[in-house]
């Protein structure tokens, strides 16, 4: 079985569900958007809605694909840095209990937080205080953390630290790894393009994206963007919300369509349809069932609050994508 190797911001979603969309305006919070925000507006936040219920899970982009994967029975391992404190310590408890191996760099600065805004028409909001986890820097890699995996999976946020992630993909590549890289978000392609193209041209195997980022990549629309894409690297993936995905693969083209669900919440939608494509690219189906495989996931991510698949839902999952397989 393949091992996957994963790459990211550590941070611990914190999920609250709002009441009225006002409350963003006050906070000046974009509604939709992801901003970077001080450990003193990530406060002002979490005041701001101390009264609504809220919930604490270790998150993160990446982090999220490499958990569902880990559920659906791959080995897994995950790079990051936090802290020795209260969140640094939730996060790589979960991480263990996911059965996910910590390959943890740590740092006095404060664990990351994504505060999360769930409007009630499942719209998500982001107030992300990276803290420790933007510190992790090229010197905190070696070639032994690579040594033990088949796939290595990298978050697009990380393309903004430009050393960084040019020494990681150079030491998967020197090990034979497969690479994935999600392009995470459109601002961070259009503001790092000729970085990015650089390394999903050397490295990249496979990448994903959804139409905003692809447009970003190529000035194109979706299935346009796709044939670009597929120029530089082995698969493209390309999201298309409701639409479901297109993937191309030797110019052959699959489309694949969403499954139906009632969406509650579409947080970690994009990174657990990652963790359901590596599954299948992991047992060698074709393309278009690890399209299935995707969608499944994340249907089913976005039928609950957080980026992360209730636990008691996860056995009925694994044996339909177990199907697939056959």
């Known amino acids: 079985m393949k091992k996957v190797l994963g790459m990211g911001n550590a941070l611990v979603d914190i999920v609250i569900q709002i009441e009225k969309d006002e409350i963003l305006d006050i906070l000046e919070l974009p509604k939709g958007s992801m901003q970077l925000v001080n450990k003193d507006r990530s406060e002002r936040v979490l005041n701001a809605t101390k009264d609504l219920d809220r919930k604490l899970k270790s998150g993160g982009s990446a982090a999220n694909t490499i958990t569902g994967l880990a559920q659906l029975g791959l080995t897994t391992s995950f790079i990051a840095k936090i802290s020795n404190d209260e969140m640094g310590n939730l996060f790589k408890s979960d991480l263990i209990q996911s059965r996910i191996e910590p390959k943890l760099q740590y740092s006095t600065t ?15 909001t982001f107030a992300t205080h990276l803290g420790a986890s933007v510190e992790l820097s090229a010197s905190d890699l070696v070639n032994e953390l690579f040594i033990d995996a088949d796939f290595f999976y990298i978050e697009g946020y990380l393309v903004q630290n430009h050393d960084l992630l040019e020494k990681a993909v150079t030491l998967a590549k020197n090990n034979n790894l497969k690479i994935f890289l999600d392009l995470a978000s459109y601002n961070v ?19 994903f994206a959804n139409e905003e980022e692809a447009k970003a ?10 044939y ?29 369509e969403v499954i139906e669900v009632k969406s509650i919440d579409t947080t970690g939608a994009g990174d657990l349809y990652a963790a359901g494509f590596i599954f299948g690219l992991a047992n060698n189906v074709s393309i278009e069932t690890c399209g299935k495989l995707g969608s499944l996931l994340s249907g089913k991510v976005i039928e609950n609050l957080g980026a992360k698949i209730h636990s008691d839902a996860w056995p009925s999952i694994i044996q339909t994508a177990n199907k697939y397989l056959i």
Do not use: M
Not at 196 to 203: A, E, G, P, R, T
């Open 110 to 124: 404060d664990t990351g937080t994504a505060v999360t805004l769930i409007s009630e028409d499942s719209e998500r």
């Open 189 to 207: 392609v259009e503001e790092n393009i000729d970085f990015l193209k650089h390394i999903v041209s050397n490295y990249v195997d496979v990448i």
């Open 217 to 226: 990549f190529t000035g194109k629309n979706p299935k346009e963007a796709l």
């Open 228 to 256: 670009e894409l597929s120029k530089y690297c082995e698969i493209v993936v390309v999201k298309i919300g409701v639409e479901g995905s297109l993937i191309l693969k030797n110019n052959q083209l699959s489309e694949v």
